[in-house]
């Protein structure tokens, strides 16, 4: 009997505690390279061997490679083919080996004796591996008493340590790739700032706003906007084919290219073309971008757009129709050399809409596909709000339920914002503060005196008619007054919850007939430049609008 | 609800004289047109001062054309003295500044009705 039997019940005890406090080590350990040293020396120790190594397969399992050794010899980094020798028999066969004479096994390459000068006798070969995946070998060589060879105890003991290396190994990879996940995913974050950056914010009042949610960190989805000297503002909206990271980099290519052509370029056609020009000469087989853009004239309420094979936006006009402006080429990026003719149109009142096909694709809540009807229902249900609001309309239809996105999702809308916007008791104590109200917010937006002084007195008339006709002065009740300027045109919007109006009621009485009342509908029409009732937003019954030109 | 519209009243030779001030919109109306039929009990005639208001608006008018009409029913004179520009603007707007008497001053009202 010799001390090297650990099967024995004493010996066995020593064996556990030595295993848990080298467990111990592993488990506290900051770098992994060095735990191992330590352990292969320990191993060497205490199994009482003249050499003890780590071999780990290369990602490719084709090649063994030596991590960590301890002995005469130092053979880290030594590389064997995988399936050669005793250590890739243990490797490939997942079992291990006992050669307690290498001379008499055919396996025995003694390639490693002939590069080191070191003399294999015998060898104990266990292998590392976690849930069935192969990791390596742990292998000890030569018992160090000269009459002493490997016994049943010793593969017992190695294969306990096999288990424990494993783990550790296993664990110091899984921390690993944490890491490098960690690493990715703060660029993925970053990404997606300097992406987000790339997209501007609307100041309070300005006539474009926009909204864009990507599907994934990363969006293949765009829209810009910028003001020109000569006061015209430059827009666009663009969607890269296919999502993720290759799409978002070709995005902040275009927009950048969009931004810095757009500033110098005063022709939109012309604009578009050398966009298509220059993404054509570069971008990667098979990408390209379809894209809006265009100007936004706000002294003439002037819209220029051009549209290269991107959906259809949508002008909402302000009696609650839409138009649609398709597209005039190709995506960019397809074809170099192309041409793009524009269009032209007046707001009057109306809201442009563009956007991606994430929108109209994207599905509500009971899992059904919104579609340009669903996307058109969203808008005239909030038509009574800013345009803004009515952007977030549609971003929260898509996102009910707490679904995740399937495309990324912009959106951008043209819409002179009011000039004043607020709600008012519906009582004639109130009237003269309307009045102080409406003539400050007409300050300064080139209307005469004189047609201030119109405008103000037919509002009031129009307040009057809601009150005592609308309401039958009934008390609590309220109503709220909008005032933008729409081009050449000011509109002025008064929304109530009275008695539903009629056309009917505009008309005036004959004046001959010298009755009081009934004047006012004539001051109305007289002081301003169209009156008309229109569809009211939800919330509301009534909608009246007050339109009057702005004189050149 | 503070007033924006302030009324007095005295004789001016052998009628009656009721002066506007401030804004004679639908708030004030009420008020306004029961001063001028209160005015008007008299029979003696009445000259409405506009002199001093600001703005007035179709209820404005409309106590106006009241008191006109009832003073033609009792065969009393009625007319409007020193209209202040917002108000011509609308009783203009109203065809009505044909219709009513116009005064630049209470002398020429009271020289004119002789």
């Known amino acids: ?552 | 609800m503070r007033d924006r519209v302030e009324i007095s009243t005295r004789k001016a030779g052998e009628y009656d004289w009721l002066g506007l001030s401030g804004d004679v919109d639908m708030h004030a109306a009420p008020q306004v047109r029961k001063a001028l039929l209160d005015a008007l009990q008299g029979k003696n005639g009445l000259l409405v001062d506009l002199a001093g208001v600001s703005y007035m608006d179709s209820s404005g008018v409309a106590c106006l054309v009241e008191a006109f009409q009832t003073a033609r029913r009792q065969g009393s004179r009625f007319a409007l003295v020193a209209v202040a520009p917002p108000v011509l603007a609308v009783l203009r707007l109203a065809r009505l500044d044909k219709v009513f008497t116009l005064y630049a001053t209470v002398d020429e009202a009271l020289a004119g009705g002789r």
């Open chain 1, 1 to 552: 009997m010799t001390s090297s039997n650990h099967s024995l019940t004493p010996d066995a005890a020593g064996d556990i505690q030595w295993l848990a406090s080298l467990s111990q080590d592993f488990a506290a350990s900051l770098s992994m390279p060095e735990t191992l040293d330590n352990a292969i020396a320990q191993i060497m120790s205490y199994l009482e061997v003249e050499a003890a190594s780590i071999f780990l397969l290369d990602p490719g399992e084709a090649t063994l490679t030596c991590l960590a050794c301890a002995g005469a010899v130092d053979i880290r980094g030594l590389t064997v083919a995988n399936g050669q020798g005793i250590v890739g028999r243990a490797v490939s066969s997942g079992q291990s080996q006992l050669v307690r004479d290498v001379a008499a096994d055919g396996d025995f390459s003694g390639a490693i004796d002939a590069l080191t000068g070191f003399r294999t006798r015998s060898i104990l070969c266990a292998p590392l591996q976690v849930k069935g995946r192969k990791l390596g070998a742990l292998e000890v060589i030569n018992k160090r008493a000269a009459d002493a060879n490997f016994d049943a105890g010793d593969c017992q003991l190695l294969q306990a340590l096999a288990g424990v290396v494993s783990l550790a190994i296993h664990n110091a990879r899984m921390a690993e790739a944490l890491v490098e996940q960690e690493r990715m995913r703060r660029d993925l974050d970053l990404a997606r700032e300097i992406q987000r950056g790339l997209l501007p914010q609307s100041p309070p009042g300005f006539p474009v706003c926009a909204i864009n949610l990507p599907a994934l960190e990363v969006s293949g989805d765009f829209y810009d906007f910028f003001p020109l000297p000569d006061g015209r503002i430059v827009w666009g909206l663009g969607d890269v084919s296919g999502k993720g990271m290759n799409a978002a980099l070709l995005m902040a290519k275009t927009i950048s290219l969009f931004r810095c052509l757009g500033k110098r370029e005063p022709d939109i056609g012309r604009l578009l073309a050398d966009l298509n020009d220059e993404i054509a000469e570069t971008a990667l087989f098979g990408m390209f971008v379809t894209m809006v853009l265009g100007t936004y004239e706000p002294a003439s309420g002037a819209v220029r757009l051009v549209n290269a094979g991107h959906q259809p936006p949508l002008l909402r006009r302000r009696d609650g129709s839409y138009a649609e402006f398709a597209a005039a080429g190709p995506p960019l990026g397809v074809l170099p050399g192309m041409s793009y003719e524009a269009v032209t149109l007046q707001l009057d009142g109306g809201r442009l809409f563009v956007f991606t096909d994430g929108v109209t694709e994207g599905l509500r809540e009971d899992g059904s596909m919104l579609g340009l009807a669903g996307l058109q229902a969203i808008f005239d249900a909030h038509a009574g709000a800013d345009a803004a609001a009515q952007l977030a309309a549609v971003a929260d239809t898509l996102q009910a339920g707490g679904r995740r996105l399937r495309d990324d999702l912009t959106l951008l809308a043209i819409a002179p914002p009011p000039l004043l916007d607020r709600e008012f008791p519906a009582e004639s104590g109130v009237l003269a503060e309307v009045r102080a109200t409406l003539e400050a917010a007409l300050n300064g937006v080139g209307l005469a005196a004189e047609a201030v002084g119109e405008l103000v007195l037919a509002v009031n008339e129009a307040c009057m008619n809601i009150i005592q006709h609308g309401y039958a002065y009934a008390e609590g009740q309220v109503f709220r007054l909008r005032l933008w300027r729409d081009g050449g045109m000011l509109q002025v919007h008064l929304l109530d919850h009275g008695r539903p109006a009629r056309l009917d009621d505009l008309c005036p009485r004959a004046l001959d007939e010298l009755r009081p009342g009934g004047l006012g509908v004539h001051f109305m029409r007289q002081l301003s430049d169209g009156i008309a009732y229109l569809p009211p937003p939800p919330g509301y019954d009534n909608l009246l609008q007050i339109s009057k030109r702005l004189k050149a």
